[in-house]
């Protein structure tokens, strides 16, 4: 998405080439995330991502893979995700009950909950993708498109990456505090996942809007600071709570992960 773009004369030809090696690298960073989590939720017999933030990230793959994205490697990268995203769900039907036991009704149904779930973030994905190409946002933008694009797809691309991104980082940051475990989580899928937001998002919205202001004058946007601060400030505090939890978590015989809390509160009841 944007990949298209065409700046004007006086905009140095190297910044799109610039852009595209900044998504590589932050796609290749959320590929290992993937991997990453889908090792660490085999190990500890939970899932990784939260549950709604997997259910978004699967709908909007497929929608974006399938009616939006403009070049073969956007599709091939689109497609990578969705067959990771299968392990994914995999450990979210397996292995999800025991993370629900307190909501039963959740629990029992928790497959037909994730159905919903991805069956309405993928509608939301699709409306608002196509309201944005029907009504040419963004056109004429001191920007040039290949082909018959009239709507900028670079800023289509930020407001639903952002929205996804947002959403993402309060999830997991939520996720690892209510659980009060490490299970499913790790430094690793940490780090490559803030990595490849910071590298393959932010750096290029921020560049784009340095070098090409007229062309990204989205990226300071009140509502754009507030999506990019929020998920920032989240992916930062993650580590810090990710210390706290593991020195005090329990590690059971088959590998799954506990919170310390409730051994505590355990012992209590007992005395």
Known sequence: MGS???PPPHISPYLIPAHDLLLQIGGFCWTLCYILSIRAASRNKTYSMPLFALANNLAWEAVYGLFIAEERLERLVFTIWLVLDIPLVYAVLVYGRKEWAHSPL???NLGKVFAAMMVLAAWGHYAFAAWWVQERVGGGRAKRYSGDLEADMTELAYWSVGANQVYGSVA????????????????????SRTIGSIVGAEAVWVSGWYFWPEGFPYVFSPFGVFIWVTALAC????????WQIRKT??????GSKASGEMRELNNKKRR
């Open 4 to 6: 298209q773009d065409h």
């Open 106 to 108: 959740v629990a029992r």
């Open 172 to 191: 997991a940051l939520v996720q690892l505090g209510v659980r009060g475990h490490s299970g499913g989580v790790g430094w690793g899928i940490w780090a």
């Open 235 to 242: 992916d930062l505090a993650y580590p810090v709570l990710l």
């Open 249 to 254: 978590e329990r590690i059971l015989p088959d």
